[in-house]
């Protein structure tokens, strides 16, 4: 009995010899980050839950990572000196210092809508543009980014910040080395292995970000592209994106905006110089839902000049260049924009021309129609049929004729009718409003 108890201990420590050894917070020793763990959760850079376990495949949400980056950079315990302007963000919130904190050293920005959205799952390319941020300025080299398959997936914000951060090795690219994956959610491990690399590579971060920096002054909060977004106003604008920012929306130059009269318009009784308004209908937002513009604002043009309808038929012109932009809060934004034309000048359709051609040809048959008749039938009625299909033709023709050689026809517009704009440059806008 004492050897086949003998013989089952052997084999249950051979068994367990040859089993993976168990690190700490629930991970294996083999596991790919697993140094990089131990390390940022022996030094209280990111937490473990309840049970002890870290949860590497987790994803990791924006204030987890500003609170881990906080405390690599030796500034967890900053003096708050700022006032809170996230919407999102109370007092009563337990990141809340955090958040300020993060804000006021120039690493944490909110949305355009002034939200931070503490929970919301991190991005790779949101973080690698962190890393290049915080970083010391070096030349960088865009070849770097040739080793990887899948950099036409990152976005046009990030591609300097990549090949900075890549230059510095302050990148992920687990599990496939041939693999940026920018627009996939961070996850813990990932997190954990740029906190552990940055940790060791303090030189390279710039002064302002560090805890232990003599006399830190807070940095002026500086201006990071955070995403680009797009209109769709009218399918053959030149442009349809808008670059969104922490101070501000762009909508970049080549957007086309529909606005609306704000009065009717008679090209034959305006003059050079004078001021036409414009108003817009509905609220502008972004296909993917930022608000752009509010409804009601107002578009100020002037009026360059007005070519006057000239014989042969030729149309009058409204020569319009828009100026200002007057939001319902009393902003003004200056702007350079022109209707979105062939020729950049507002003049009536081609059926309003074919309208006033068609009605003198109409009315040139129908006084033919009269002359052939009383012709023919005061001396002979029986040949009023004649005069008719010789009568009818030439007031058609005449009618036609004088249609095409007479001055064409103003331009007019009733209130509320729509025209688009076409936008020469970038149009700024505050991101509060």
């Not at 940055?198 to 807070?218: R, S």
């Not at 409204?318 to 034309?341: A, C, E, R, W, Y």
Request: aromatic share 8%; with cysteine; net charge negative.
């Amino acid at each position: 009995m004492k050897k086949l108890l003998a013989s089952m201990l052997a084999v249950t420590m051979f068994g367990l010899n040859t089993l993976p050894v168990l690190a700490q917070y629930g991970i294996d020793d083999s596991y790919w980050a697993s140094k990089e763990i131990n390390k940022v959760v022996s030094d209280g850079i990111l937490p473990v839950d309840e049970n002890g376990n870290f949860n590497p495949e987790n994803s990791i949400t924006r204030i987890q990572f500003v609170q881990g980056l906080l405390k690599v950079l030796s500034n967890d315990n900053l003096d708050v000196t700022i006032t809170n302007t996230m919407s999102d963000v109370s007092v009563y919130d337990s990141y809340y210092d955090d958040v300020l904190r993060g804000q006021q050293l120039g690493v944490v920005y909110g949305y355009p809508d002034g939200t931070f959205k503490a929970q919301k799952n991190l991005l790779r390319s949101e973080v690698t543009s962190l890393m290049s941020h915080i970083t010391k300025e070096q030349a960088t080299d865009a070849t770097v980014l040739d080793a990887f398959k899948d950099t036409s997936d990152i976005p046009g914000w990030a591609e300097l910040s990549y090949e900075k951060a890549i230059s510095y090795g302050l990148y992920v690219n687990h599990p496939d080395e041939t693999m940026l994956e920018p627009n996939r959610e961070l996850t813990r491990a990932e997190a954990a292995v740029l906190l552990a690399k940055l940790a060791d590579m303090l030189n390279v971060v710039k002064d302002e970000y560090l805890g232990d920096a003599e006399e830190q002054v807070p940095e002026e909060p500086q201006e990071i592209v955070l995403g680009v977004e797009h209109l769709c106003v009218h399918r053959q604008a030149p442009n349809n994106t808008v670059t969104l920012t922490n101070f501000k929306k762009v909508v970049n130059q080549g957007n086309v905006v529909q606005i609306a009269f704000s009065e009717k318009f008679l090209s034959k009784k305006h003059k050079g110089g004078e001021i036409v308004n414009f108003y817009l209908p509905k609220d502008l937002y972004t296909v993917e839902g930022t608000k752009v513009l509010p409804e009601g604002t107002r578009f100020v043009a002037e009026i360059m000049d007005i070519q006057n309808p000239k014989i042969f038929n030729k149309k009058a012109r409204v020569n319009l260049i828009f100026k200002h932009i007057l939001l319902p809060d009393g902003s003004v934004i200056d702007i350079t924009g022109k209707p979105f034309t062939k020729d950049g000048r507002l003049a009536e359709g081609a059926w309003v021309t074919f309208g006033k051609v068609l009605l003198y040809t109409i009315t040139g048959g129908a006084v033919g129609t009269g002359v052939g008749m009383s012709l023919a039938f005061i001396p002979n009625p029986s040949r009023v049929g004649t005069a008719l299909g010789i009568g009818i033709p030439v007031g058609c023709t005449v009618g036609l004729i004088t249609g095409l050689i007479t001055p064409g026809v103003n331009y007019k517009a009733k209130q509320g009718e729509c025209i688009y704009l076409l936008l020469i440059d970038d149009v700024n806008i505050d991101e509060q409003l």
